[in-house]
């Protein structure tokens, strides 16, 4: 055997041995830690937001008629992995369609788990809420802001319960939760609000001294999450769980007018989509939407509203005969989707 062949064998064995220690996420008898910086965004499940979930409706409204639906407006998410190997990054990048980005840009390094869990948490609230607000004034419908729940440790704990409706905030009148949001990111940590809500049939004033935001250390904190209803009584309910971020927006929103409106919005056509909202209905940019498309072509879906910023991204790959549609607002996302359904002139992203 030759002196080349005899360093090839000997140089394969610490690769092998290197292979199978690095599969464990840590060295054995150590506390030593073998993963690797990075996190994997890849397809994540969809919901159809006309449908249930675990037996309930995934967008549940009470207090007015319902109209029929058909077809899907299914919602689309992206999955995250981390906590990986190398071996098990290299194999997720040769094998799938997975995108690795640096760990910090999933959960920051200066926020802890429950930190990042709870932005989640308040995010998806805010963007329910900015669904319904877009809905209603979509439909006409007078809205009112009521608190969805209230997080532990916060100023708000104590003070203010689930189920109370915020009439003003210091004197001003509000009607949408983002006038409350922006009035308490106005003041710092130390100062306080003064929150008339009512609860039941009694009306209170509530002087609060804000903490800090988790995010931003400067800014106060008030630590609830609220939701939108009707005043004139219909409510609206959303049942998902283990969802994080505002991406859900838009498409709660076109379940909530598709429900509440004659006719079907998407004329019973499989349509999935993405793209957070804000309460006047204008549709917004959102993260991993190559992976988003890949999920909405892997269910069947014939159409996806992609918001405009996001275009270039959403057909950056093959996406198949999945039709994608450009929007920038609610109207303009159920006008594509008349124009789809009774052969007009829609305007894609190619």
């Known amino acids: 055997?030759?002196?080349?062949?005899?360093?090839?064998?000997?140089?394969?064995v610490p690769v092998v041995l290197l292979t199978g220690l690095?599969?464990?996420?840590?060295?054995?008898?150590?506390?030593?830690?073998?993963?690797?910086?990075?996190?994997?965004?890849?397809?994540?499940?969809?919901?159809?937001?006309?449908?249930?979930?675990?037996g309930e409706e995934v967008v549940e409204i009470s207090g007015a008629e319902i109209d029929e639906v058909a077809g899907n407006l299914n919602m689309t998410t992206v999955s995250v992995r981390s906590g990986m190997t190398l071996p098990q990054v290299i194999g997720r990048w040769l094998t799938t369609g997975d995108t690795l980005v640096p760990l910090e840009q999933v959960f920051p390094p200066n926020l802890s788990p429950e930190e990042v869990r709870e932005s989640n948490e308040i995010a998806f609230s805010t963007s329910e809420a900015a669904a319904t607000v877009a809905a209603m004034n979509y439909l006409g419908l007078p809205v009112?802001?009521?608190?969805?729940?209230?997080?532990?440790?916060?100023?708000?704990?104590?003070?203010v319960e689930p189920g109370d409706v915020i009439l003003s905030v210091d004197g001003n009148e509000v009607s949408e939760p983002g006038q409350v949001r922006s009035a308490v990111l106005g003041k710092a940590p130390g100062e306080s609000v003064a929150l008339a809500i009512r609860r039941g049939e009694e009306e209170q004033t509530l002087d609060i001294e804000l903490g800090e935001h988790p995010q931003d250390a400067a800014?106060?904190?008030?630590?609830?999450?609220?939701s939108s209803a009707s005043a004139t009584g219909v409510e609206v309910e959303y049942n998902l769980e283990d969802i994080g971020g505002p991406s859900a927006g838009m498409m709660f929103s076109l379940a909530?007018?598709?429900?509440?409106?004659?006719?079907?919005?998407?004329?019973?056509?499989?349509?999935?989509?993405?793209?957070?909202?804000?309460?006047d209905g204008g549709v917004g940019p959102i993260g991993g939407i190559v992976?988003?498309?890949?999920?909405?072509?892997?269910?069947?879906?014939?159409?996806?509203?992609?918001?405009?910023?996001?275009?270039?991204?959403?057909?950056?790959?093959?996406?198949?005969?999945?039709?994608?549609?450009?929007?920038?607002?609610?109207?303009?996302?159920?006008?594509?989707?008349?124009?789809?359904?009774n052969g007009g002139d829609y305007i894609t992203c190619e």
């Open 1 to 12: 055997m030759s002196r080349r062949s005899r360093t090839l064998i000997w140089g394969a």
């Open 22 to 54: 690095v599969s464990f996420e840590s060295i054995p008898g150590t506390d030593i830690s073998l993963t690797v910086p990075y996190a994997a965004e890849g397809p994540g499940p969809t919901f159809n937001t006309l449908g249930d979930v675990e």
């Open 144 to 159: 009112q802001v009521e608190v969805a729940g209230v997080l532990e440790g916060v100023a708000a704990e104590g003070l």
């Open 219 to 226: 800014v106060g904190f008030l630590g609830i999450t609220m």
């Open 256 to 279: 909530v007018v598709d429900k509440l409106s004659p006719g079907e919005l998407n004329g019973g056509h499989f349509v999935a989509g993405t793209g957070t909202i804000d309460e």
């Open 291 to 341: 992976h988003k498309v890949a999920a909405a072509e892997d269910i069947g879906a014939e159409v996806f509203l992609a918001p405009s910023a996001n275009c270039a991204e959403a057909t950056s790959r093959g996406h198949g005969e999945l039709i994608i549609l450009k929007v920038d607002s609610l109207r303009e996302a159920i006008d594509q989707m008349d124009a789809y359904a």
